[in-house]
């Protein structure tokens, strides 16, 4: 930590650091250009859920066809496209306002 760098308060719990941490820039208390790769963290994969979802067996047959053409398990494709879709519907939230 260099000494332009505030120290880091001590919290109570994880409520308390996670609000701390909401509304200040890190930067502020961190010398990021000292920070160094971790390569354990390149192998984490996200926390997956089992979901069940019915589907019209046409429906799957379709992802099954579409899937086989890319070469990938279709449960992967719809995962794939669940996660476009959701990009697509939250791109207009998470563009910077040009008016």
Known sequence: MSSSNKPVPQFNN???ER???A???ST???D???AEKNP???RLKPTTRTVSIRLPE????ELKTLANKRDVPYQSL???FLAEKVREENAPYNTPDTK
């Open 78 to 80: 719809v995962k794939i």
């Open 58 to 61: 046409s429906l799957i047959a």
């Open 32 to 34: 990021w250009s000292k």
């Open 40 to 42: 354990a963290f390149s």
């Open 19 to 21: 609000a701390f941490r």
């Open 14 to 16: 994880e409520d308390e």
């Open 28 to 30: 502020a208390y961190i």
């Open 23 to 25: 509304d200040h820039d």
